[in-house]
């Protein structure tokens, strides 16, 4: 499942109106509604404020608006580009100041659809990735150079707690508890121990080439 990496606006100029669009990371169709409610306040003067919105941790949730202009040139096409990319619980409003020139229906839906692809690729994407977390235990002396060995690795360092030893919460990505526990058996000779802590949800940030890392 992915979402957008933050909210933020990007604008596009298309044989002089402007086409303006804002995106938004919401938990569910209220706070959807909350964030188009709030651009048209802010662009109440606009020719149209067109909206899209995919909530849900399915994406079941999937609601558009051409709000004036030729059915299905606004809406859609935006609604398109969140479906496209699979992206969940997101919210894309394009306001829209009319320049004087028609761009007729195949010019809407490119420039509607665009606006919001040029705003997603603006703000980035992340993945939620569902993970195994191990809780590693080490002595003072290890534990240094195991938690630097652990940033280092592609695995996620959740937490770190001090007591009469050192516990590292680790999410596991990319490997299994069994291999990970071996990996740590080597660079410890040994000496730290394993125990599986059920699992964890994390946020990866994919690549322009649509990979996550």
Known sequence: MRTIRRGGEHRIDIKKSRFICALAR??????????IAERRRLHWNATHNCTAYVVGEDGGVQRSSDDGEP????????????????????????????????LGAGGLIRAYGAAVAEAVD??????????????VLADYQQAGRLESALRESPHRVLDVRYGADVQLDVALVGTGPAEFAAWIAEITAGQALCEPQGETTVEVEVEAGGAAS
């Open 26 to 35: 919401v938990a569910d169709e209220d706070e959807a509604r909350a964030f």
């Open 122 to 135: 603006a703000v980035g994407v992340l993945e939620r990735r569902t993970l195994p977390v191990m809780a």
């Open 71 to 102: 059915a299905g040139t606004a809406g859609i096409p935006m609604l398109e580009v969140l479906r496209h990319r699979g992206l969940t619980d997101t919210v894309a409003v394009v306001t829209r100041y009319f320049g004087g020139i028609k």
